[in-house]
């Protein structure tokens, strides 16, 4: 293995573990800290568990690619990694735009937010997302499925994902594209749409209030999300709603790098060090853990 390939190999194995130990973090801080306790947090422990998923659906066999640079994977293998990929872009698809919804009634409608905002609420947002990403992996895996491969097999990417799975069947694909389109329009257009229409209220409501503090105390409530959707979103449409024969494959293979393991190692980061909820949580549980082991 090349200096470069060890060096590439080294830099996503650590993103990948502190990835990982970043989001279970919060989902364990979440858990056990009764002043995150609310909807947005609730959302972030989603928001964690579908990008533990995106990168250790990913990050492993991108590591493989890297180390043996020519790799093979089964079918049944590249379709699980497509699948779980399906559902963890979708899931964060729909988690955003619930988050966006969940920061325009607190800003907007603070006096109504903790009667609409329920528990119950919060739980049936969260079941419906992850029910709709699983599903739509489902149908598109099937029609995937349902297509015959009979000719090349190299996927010239860093994981198998839908368009250059679907370019080396030897049948008819246009049923399949034509469900893919109308699926991605559901999943990450209309979301997309629906988080742009919230900022706007919301930026309409924060423009209203008279004083500079309060100004930017209320969007300081909303400018991680804000962050989040801007990384995601922008190498979303990056990758997919750009043209490829504009882009080289180098930068392909870059962008993919970026919305599958870059955008899930730099939400935790976001969404910690820029949130004094997330830190005090983190301090209170290190002085009892010191407490308990002084004891």
Known sequence: MGKFNLLIFTLILLMYCVTICGNLLIITLV?????????????????????IIL?????????????????????????TQLYFSIVSVASECFILMVMSYDRYLAICYPLHYVSIMSQVLCIIFAFVAWLLSYSVAFFLIHGVCSLEFCGPNTIDQLFCDFAPVV???CSDASIVQMESTLLSTAVA???????VLSYIYIALTILKISSVSGRLKSFSTCSSHLTVVSIFYGTLISMYVF?????SQMISKILTLMYTVFTPFINPF????RNKDIKNALGYIIQIKSLEHQC
């Open 189 to 195: 257009v209309l979301p997309f749409l629906l988080i």
């Open 31 to 51: 858990s056990y800290s009764k002043s995150l306790h609310s909807p947005m947090y609730f959302f972030l422990v989603q928001l964690s568990v579908s990008d």
């Open 167 to 169: 370019k080396l069947s």
């Open 243 to 247: 043209p490829n024969e504009g882009k």
């Open 270 to 273: 976001i969404y910690s060090l």
């Open 55 to 79: 990168i250790t659906d990913i990050a492993p066999n991108m590591l493989n690619i890297v180390l043996h640079e020519q790799p093979s994977i089964s079918f049944p293998g590249c379709i």
